[in-house]
């Protein structure tokens, strides 16, 4: 479970009417941020209950309030049976199975419904969007299964174990990570659980919420991953004895791509006042060009930064969103519609899991040309001490190459299958779900490929002695001597780089460098 920071404890993130910011969605996911309904919901909520239940007493089917779901929603669902409707609907779509999901996963999921529900549009009781807002600050995780969601109708199963939590029923996990029943989570904190009413179980679980909660926390990851890769790969081109023209500004404004240039900013000024990149301007170095891996690297890292981009602007608008189906209208109507399929979510999901895909394998590449001496200009084989008696980084690259393998098959889209469902009615889904998990596990992928080629890197450099890196890379290189050593006789390596990933991941590379440039980075 992560730990409530004081920070966090601190201050409060309002849900209301209007879109919640990605970084408050990170903050409440991981940090445990307090949250609080914002003062105008509780009108808007109330405004859009009075529809459901002036329908509710209608003669006339309305999906979701007198009907059934799915293929049975010609089935005319008379007063006495609907709240027992509701609590079946949830029971019957809590049917995910598999690992668990992680606990902020679920966290943001819970927000992003949280966030719709105040909107007004879904119908629900302010009652109901309360308990989704106690739950969240009193650290209770419904336990969510790996596998159940389509992503169509949106994530169907994942949100109704929510549901289910909320309801008293199912298992969850209390804010020290204690499995047990809801219904004792919920009565430890004083959360009395609910009793559905009409259409609030369809609304619980009828939406993208667990494909855009994923979402928002992969670009979070994404961005300090990126900036890294510049790190990391600045410290390969000083390895290597490189040169940085290639990455000069107006060669990058032929190409105009923002990415591009945001990539070879940072290359520059990483690199700026390396003695061990002037050695590329020796007489006798004889290298007219630096091999694709090193002279393309702001092409390969721009071009996943404008990937990041667009998923930035997609992901903004679904936080501007209000899924449900049917949904209230602003004119008091309540209307069917498909905003509920994942695909615009999912294709941006896909395409992110191809950059990240791109950016490992050419990290990759840089390391192996560092550890291979007809290439390294120098170096000793796979950096050994003694290259025969040692293997040095031989294996260190095989375990990179094995992940890179794996990010290449996760990068195989998602959203080009679909699989027809609930009697053909739901005939085409969008796989957002399984998207969104896949690129999960592709970001920690390349997080342990760049943690792989900065801790090799930062070998290669030491062995350039007595030439000194520029003040930049230098400073990461000793920011991770400070818990990794330098050069010597074979020793366990995994631990080293356990140790270089937590590095990476925390973002305490990137502090390096930028503490020593005085800039951000890019």
């Not at 019957?92 to 999901?101: L, N």
């Not at 031989?394 to 195989?412: F, P």
Request: charged share 20%; proline share 5%; glycine share 10%.
């Amino acid at each position: 479970m992560t730990a409530v920071t004081t920070a966090a404890a601190a201050r409060t993130v309002w849900v209301g009417a209007g879109p919640l910011d990605a970084d408050d969605v990170v903050s409440v996911a991981r940090e445990g941020t307090r949250i609080a309904l914002a003062p105008e919901a509780a009108k808007e909520i109330r405004r859009g209950r009075e529809v459901v239940e002036l329908l509710a007493g209608d003669s006339s089917p309305h999906y979701g309030v007198s009907t059934g779901f799915g293929a049975l929603a010609g089935r005319r669902i008379p007063p006495s049976a609907r709240a027992r409707l509701q609590r079946n609907l949830v029971r019957s779509h809590a049917a995910g199975t598999g690992p668990e999901v992680e606990r902020e996963v679920i966290r943001a999921l819970m927000l992003l419904r949280l966030s719709t529900l105040v909107t007004g549009r879904t119908g629900v009781r302010v009652r109901t969007a309360r308990a989704y807002a106690d739950m969240l600050n009193a650290g209770i995780t419904p336990v969510v299964h790996e596998y159940g969601s389509l992503g169509c109708s949106g994530d169907l199963a994942p949100l109704a174990h929510c549901a289910l939590a909320v309801m008293g029923e199912g298992t969850a996990r209390d804010a020290n990570g204690t499995l047990m029943p809801a219904a004792q989570a919920l009565d430890a904190a004083g959360i009395a659980p609910l009793d559905l009413g009409e259409k609030e179980g369809l609304s619980l679980i009828n939406g993208t919420d667990g494909m855009l909660g994923m979402l928002i926390l992969a670009l979070n990851d994404l961005r300090l991953l990126l900036r890294t890769a510049d790190i990391a790969a600045a410290m390969s081109v000083e390895a290597l004895l490189g040169t940085d023209a290639a990455f000069a500004d107006d060669l990058q404004t032929l190409r105009p791509h923002p990415g591009q240039s945001s990539s070879a900013g940072n290359l520059r000024v990483l690199l700026t006042g390396s003695q061990v990149l002037a050695e590329h301007q020796r007489a006798d170095c004889g290298c007219v060009q630096d091999a694709y891996s090193l002279r393309c690297t702001p092409q390969v890292h721009g071009a996943a930064r404008d990937t990041l981009g667009h998923a930035e602007r997609v992901a903004s608008r679904e936080l501007a969103s209000a899924v449900d189906n049917p949904v209230v209208t602003a004119d008091g109507r309540l209307a069917s519609n498909g905003n509920f399929h994942g695909a615009p979510i999912s294709c941006v999901l896909d395409f992110l899991a191809i950059s990240v895909a791109d950016v490992a394998s050419i990290a990759e590449r840089r390391t192996d040309r560092v550890l291979d001496p007809t290439r390294n200009h120098g170096l000793p084989a796979f950096l050994a001490a003694d290259p025969g008696v040692d293997s040095g980084h031989m294996i260190a690259q095989y375990t990179q190459a094995a992940v890179v393998s794996e990010l290449k098959r996760l990068a195989t889209p998602a959203s080009v299958d679909s699989i027809p469902s609930s009697a053909m009615q739901e005939d085409h889904v969008s796989m957002g779900w399984s998207a969104a998990r896949k690129l999960r596990r592709a970001l920690d992928g390349l997080a342990r490929v760049l943690a792989v080629e900065l801790y090799t890197s930062a070998r290669a450099l030491d062995l350039r002695a007595p030439l000194n890196p520029a003040p930049a890379t230098g400073a990461v290189r000793d920011g991770l001597r400070r818990t990794v050593p330098g050069p010597g006789p074979d020793r366990f390596l995994a631990p080293e780089i356990e140790a270089t990933l937590r590095y990476v991941v925390s973002g305490r590379a990137m502090a390096e460098a930028e503490a020593e440039t005085g800039r951000t980075l890019a």
